[in-house]
């Protein structure tokens, strides 16, 4: 059965209306790095970690004029 132009539209203004309405409420919550920006604030423990991250980061690194 084949729909006409009008019922066709008036489906994709429902559903784009129900898209908008969605993206509304996604906009008023934080996303996940807000929320946990600052969480290891003070952490000796994941100081460290992150200090021997880059430790390995910067030994694969190319030497410098080389």
């Known amino acids: 059965m084949t ?3 009008e019922d066709r539209v008036s ?3 429902q ?3 129900q898209i908008k309405a ?4 996604a906009k ?6 807000t929320k946990t920006a600052g969480a290891f ?3 000796v423990v994941y100081a460290e970690i992150a200090r021997l991250g880059k430790e ?7 030497e ?3």
């Open 3 to 5: 729909q006409s132009i």
């Open 22 to 25: 969605s993206l509304g409420k």
């Open 41 to 43: 604030q003070g952490d």
């Open 15 to 17: 559903d784009l209306s």
């Open 28 to 33: 008023a919550t934080p996303n996940w790095i």
């Open 64 to 66: 410098a004029g080389a």
């Open 11 to 13: 489906q994709i203004e």
């Open 56 to 62: 390995i980061r910067d030994s694969e690194q190319p």
